[in-house]
T-cell receptor, first 115, second 113 residues
């Protein structure tokens, strides 16, 4: 049983195109996240949703728009793709256990290559 | 604000060597501390965690102790294996449910047979 799944696993596209990445979690968690990991493995949080509500929105270009139709899904739509958007995008989820103890569960990642 | 600093890699060791990956943090209050591991081609997964001072997290032969006096959470393993080759991330999360998790920059570990 996959806990956090993402589609597609690989995405190769031309500059200027619009693309979406989908994420689903079957853990019953309240909070979901999108992260961007660059080629040096540096991990940067982009967005966080709690019960379909946006709670973290880091400094991300507004070409990136997350959408959470329900608390089990968090999709990421990217408009007008640029070369610098090439990275691995990870979805994650967690359940607030209180006291900062919550573990994050990560999806397998989507490798986006913009040509 | 909160931050995490971990030693830069890559770290290359021979099988059965002793491993230490240093991690120090800056935080207000009493954060929880984590080590996550990322195997090639996969997402991150939790390796171990500690939620208060002097707690020791352990898993798969790895250990880390929450040291408030030195604001450190160094990862150690007595005898590494080739299968431990991965990228290791130190992380912290504040006590409040509204605080976000902060990841270090990651340390790539390679183990030679």
């Amino acid at each position: 049983d996959t806990a956090v799944s993402q589609t597609p696993k690989y995405l190769v596209t031309q500059m200027g195109n619009d693309k979406s990445i989908k994420c689903e979690q079957n853990l019953g968690h309240d909070t979901m996240y999108w992260y961007k990991q660059d080629s040096k493995k540096f991990l940067k949080i982009m967005f966080s949703y709690n019960n379909k509500e946006l709670i973290i929105n880091e400094t991300v270009p507004n070409r990136f728009s997350p959408k959470s139709p329900d608390k089990a899904h968090l999709n990421l739509h990217i408009n007008s793709l640029e070369l610098g958007d090439s990275a691995v995008y990870f979805c994650a989820s967690s359940q607030d256990l209180g006291g900062g103890m919550d573990e994050q569960f990560f999806g397998p990642g989507t490798r986006l290559t913009v040509l | 604000g909160n931050s995490v600093t971990q030693m830069e890699g890559p770290v290359t060791l021979s099988e059965e060597a002793f491993l230490t990956i240093n991690c120090t943090y800056t935080a207000t209050g009493y954060p929880s501390l984590f080590w996550y591991v990322q195997y090639p081609g996969e997402g991150l997964q939790l390796l171990l965690k500690a939620t208060k001072a002097d707690d020791k997290g352990s898993n798969k032969g790895f250990e880390a102790t929450y040291r408030k006096e030195t604001t450190s959470f160094h990862l150690e393993k007595g005898s590494v294996q080739v299968s431990d080759s991965a990228v290791y991330f130190c992380a912290l999360k504040g006590y409040s449910s509204a605080s976000k998790i902060i990841f270090g920059s990651g340390t790539r570990l390679s183990i030679r047979p």
